[in-house]
């Protein structure tokens, strides 16, 4: 879990809000549905991850697994592993950051996860 948070996380004082959106999905059996998974999985760095990629066949693939992948998929910092252990107690299921600004955005539902993506994600990619 941490790796995950790690590679997720744009600031420290988010961490603890993205665990909480992995614990509580993990806790609705969800899938994590994570980009650094499947950048894991296709063992290399993008800076965007295309539709096409969530495909990979790999138990590191989030969209396509339920749970935990197997192992991690970096190093984790101290910040990600006090995350993992304490994460902030929320109602998240969703959130996304905008690469521009750093900043993240959370939502309880898929309607505002994609209002929120639709006004600060697609519409600010140029």
């Known amino acids: 879990m941490s790796s995950i948070i790690e590679k997720e996380a744009t600031q420290n004082v988010d961490r603890k809000k993205i665990a909480s959106v992995f614990y509580n999905r993990l806790e609705e059996n969800m899938r994590l549905q994570t980009d650094p998974t499947v ?57 996304l950051a905008n690469t521009k600004s750093g900043k993240v955005y959370f939502s309880k539902t898929l309607e505002e996860h994609n209002r929120l993506k639709e006004e600060h994600i697609t519409n600010n990619q140029e």
């Open 39 to 95: 950048l894991y999985a296709l063992g290399k760095h993008k800076d965007r991850t295309l539709y096409s990629d969530l495909k990979v066949d790999s138990p590191y693939n989030t969209y396509r697994v339920n749970g935990l992948p197997p192992g991690p998929i970096s190093n984790s910092g101290q910040s990600s592993m006090e995350a993992a252990l304490y994460p902030e107690k929320t109602d998240f299921l969703y959130f």
